[in-house]
């Protein structure tokens, strides 16, 4: 430390014995004048000079916590968040104003002193004997600038912010090491630039770019006088001086920063008077931050983006240390949304569903072949008030959904028709596939121990038309239970390669849990969300290769530089044949089965319906070739609701069903999303016949239970025992029920989600 500093001809070890001695003369220590009497302080002068050698010679600066900017895939901007709200810039963007009136009010002589003012001190002691207080105090700015380093430094924790800034005489002395290292190392305009970026002026504002947007709407080089000397005056205390709320004092306090500023020669007395006659006037711009501030409608997609962030190891080992890169900020996060995507989801969910309804809506697209995430929205917006809400109905719980998702009714057949698939069942197997059957048993599990239907649980179809013999293609488009049921529980299959294969394909109950070998979940009694049902569905859209989502495309911190973020993994999962023949079957759901009101007009889709037991849920999931999106319509609180003679955006429904709502939905918001755009064909293939007509091949088989409307138990060993329905509209895995007579029947299993009426039956008219 033997060179010079810019602006002092005393070196470092020069200044602090000269400050030393200064202080024992005094009885008081830098701005330990703050404390009257020499006495108060009991700090012998060999005390303070160990003390002072004993201080770590090297300040560690930490990053300034700046604002995020999330955008979409194009770069346009969806939010804003952070921990603080600031924008670093450098000296040149700063206006020459704004760097004058800060030097005239909060330290004159910056150029002329070095780390500590001498004159300073002992001006200060002398007023201070004089009036018996604390009148004055002679903190430099690049005291006030380490101050502020180790305010941040300290971020969110009160206790830290506080012993960063206790008047101690111990800080002092430790702020005086830096301040020596910091005039050392930097340079004036460094720690000028420095001091305007890391300063608080109130309003939440941190720094002088952000201060400039909130109080006058534009950059801190465009300031003028006035403006400068009015933000250069908040900074001795943001909150008396604010603008905001007492426009007088503050220009009380700005008239005084013009004053100073003339009697330092930097303006001229004029140029000073005529600014003092200019009234305060702002162009707030209000504070606005996190998820809360997106556009587009994609408040629950940012909310995603966040979560991705906070989980992913990519930006961390630890979630402490995720939270801390997340809060520090400056990020600049390039995603995956797409907004010509996102804004056809919104509106087909505004033209459906209404914030206000009963009942909300949850509508995700995503990309096969990339596991891009493409759009995301819900009827319920996202946020605080009435008919809001900060669960995104999109996603698992572990990233910010619902507790247990929701049971996706008819929706899970394919998965158990790609299983029996890869396991060398033909697509013309037929089945008996009565009206009401009990539970086949005993079915293999992936274990030694079988499933068996113990309680004589049973299952049966939507209508009492609808009696097989079935093949698989009319049993799919029909959505005919007993029919899969009798798939999964056939020694050809059972229940192994089923959950195999949804463990392939990534679904797995929102809630995080296993899900249960029980022949009822073909029946889709697991709690799902409509991003992970979009996801799988995508697999057989890009012929049987499955790919993670992601809703990251890049990421640059404040400085520029590229962080690593996380990719999609690609994986076959199942034969292009298989995944060929599920898209020929579900291409017969839009055809002539459940879901024609789904079709696409100007291109080939495929997709099944859903519903659960009295309606608590109805789905759609769908797919193109090149784009794939689940729709889910339900209750979305605790509150269970049963879509039977209810208004749903203003219109009147007698039953919903997943052709009935969902399918429009998804309709209206993939068409505009792929408008415009490549409409590419399914490679299709040859479903063998059955050789029997399906629907009275033969009578009903007898009922062998003489009491069918006697309820069963849900056949689920190995389960959480939890008895009853979960909150969120969420039931616990199970068989299906017996009929009571006529075309309305119930469901005897009222702790189970089944389709409408029943698991998994025809949508209806």
């Known amino acids: 430390m033997g060179k010079k500093r ?82 670093v810039v450098p000296l040149t963007a700063i206006s020459p104003y704004m760097q004058k009136a800060i030097v005239a009010i909060e330290d004159s002589r910056f150029y002329e002193h070095g780390a500590i003012d001498l004159k300073g001190i002992l001006r200060a002691v002398n007023r201070n004997a004089q009036e018996g207080g604390a009148a004055q105090g002679a903190s430099t700015l690049t005291q006030q600038y380490v101050k502020n380093v180790f305010v941040e430094e300290a971020g969110d924790d009160e206790t830290k912010v506080r012993e960063a800034q206790e008047k101690s005489l111990g800080r002092k002395i430790r702020e005086l090491k830096y301040s020596i290292q910091v005039e050392e190392e930097l340079g004036k305009k460094k720690i000028l630039e420095n001091y305007l970026n890391i300063t608080y002026f109130g309003q939440q ?69 005529e600014a003092k006659k200019k009234p305060v006037t702002l162009k707030v711009t209000r504070p606005k931050n996190g998820c809360i501030t997106a556009v587009k409608g994609a408040g629950f997609f940012c909310d995603y983006v966040r979560n991705t962030f906070l989980t992913d190891p990519v930006f961390g080992k630890t979630r402490e240390e995720r939270a801390k890169l997340w809060n520090q900020g400056g990020l600049t996060v390039r995603t995956t949304l797409d907004p010509q995507s996102q804004e056809s989801v919104n509106e087909s969910i505004k033209d459906h569903v209404n914030q206000d ?35 995104n ?68 179809n939507e209508s009492e ?35 195999e294969m949804t463990t392939k394909l990534g679904v797995i109950p929102a809630d995080g849990t296993k899900l249960p070998e029980v022949p009822a979940i073909a029946l889709g009694t697991e709690g799902m969300s409509p991003l992970t049902m979009a996801n799988a569905y995508a697999t057989f859209a890009n012929r049987g290769v499955y790919c993670t989502p992601v809703a990251l495309e890049s990421i640059t911190d404040a400085h520029g530089k590229a962080l690593a973020v996380p990719k999609s993994q690609c994986d076959r999962v199942m034969a292009e044949k298989t995944a060929d023949t599920v898209n020929t079957l579900l291409l017969g759901v839009i055809d002539s089965g459940t879901g024609t009101a789904a079709g696409l007009t100007d291109r080939q889709n495929a997709g099944k319906t859903g519903t659960t037991d009295s309606r608590y849920n109805a789905w759609f999931v769908g797919y193109t070739p090149n784009m794939a999106g689940a729709t889910w319509v339900g209750s979305g609180g605790s ?29 209206q918001a993939v068409s505009g999303a792929l408008e415009g755009r490549e409409a590419p064909n399914f490679t299709t293939v040859t479903i063998p016949e059955s050789g029997i007509p399906a629907g009275g091949g033969r009578p009903t088989p ?34 299906t029920g017996g009929a009571t007579g006529g075309n309305t029947p119930t469901n005897p299993f009222p702790d189970i989600s089944l389709e409408p009426g029943f698991v998994g039956g025809p949508e209806g008219p």
């Open 357 to 391: 309804d009963k009942v909300a809506t949850a509508v995700t697209l995503v990309q096969p072949g990339t596991g891009r995430v493409l759009a995301m929205g819900q009827s319920k917006p996202y946020g605080f008030g009435k008919n809001e809400t900060q669960i």
């Open 702 to 735: 007898t009922n062998p239970n003489p009491n069918p409307n006697k309820p069963g138990k849900p056949g689920k060993p190995g389960g959480d025992g939890k008895p009853g329905g979960r909150p969120g509209g969420q039931t616990a895995a199970g068989a």
């Open 393 to 460: 109905f999109s996603v698992d719980k572990r990233m910010g959904g619902s507790n247990f998702g929701f049971p996706t009714g008819s929706t899970f057949k394919p998965f158990v028709a790609a299983a029996a698939l890869e396991r060398g069942v033909s697509a013309g197997k037929t089945y008996l596939s009565p009206h009401d059957m009990e539970y086949p048993s005993p079915v293999q599990t992936c274990g030694d121990k079988p499933w068996v239907n113990t309680s004589h649980d049973r299952v049966e």
């Open 205 to 273: 504002a941190y720094g002088i770019e952000s201060a400039a947007q909130r109080y006058f709407s534009k950059p801190a080089k465009d300031l003028t006088l006035d403006e400068s000397a009015l933000l250069a005056g908040v900074v001795q205390s943001p909150s008396r001086f604010d603008p905001v709320n007492d426009a007088q004092e503050a220009m009380k306090r700005r008239n005084v920063v013009l004053q100073r500023m003339a009697d330092m020669k930097d303006i001229s007395q004029t140029e000073a008077d």
């Open 465 to 499: 038309s609808e009696v097989g013999p079935y093949g698989m293609r009319d049993a799919m488009a029909k959505s005919v239970n007993t029919y899969f049921v009798e798939m999964i529980s056939d020694n050809a299959l059972g229940l192994c390669p089923v959950t």
């Open 6 to 87: 810019s602006g002092a001809g005393l070196t470092g070890p020069q200044q602090a014995a000269k400050f030393l001695g200064v202080s024992v003369l005094s009885g008081v220590v830098l701005a330990g004048i703050a404390i009257p009497g020499a006495g108060a302080l009991g700090l012998a002068a060999k005390g303070t000079v160990e003390g002072f050698d004993e201080i770590p010679a090297n300040l560690k600066t930490p990053p300034l916590s700046q604002r995020t900017t999330i955008l979409d895939a194009e770069g346009g901007l969806i939010a804003t968040v952070y921990s603080r709200d600031r924008q």
């Open 639 to 667: 509150k269970q609701v049963s879509m039977e003679n209810i208004t749903i955006g203003g219109q009147y429904y007698d039953k919903v069903y997943g052709g009935g709502l969902p399918g429009p939905i998804w309709k």
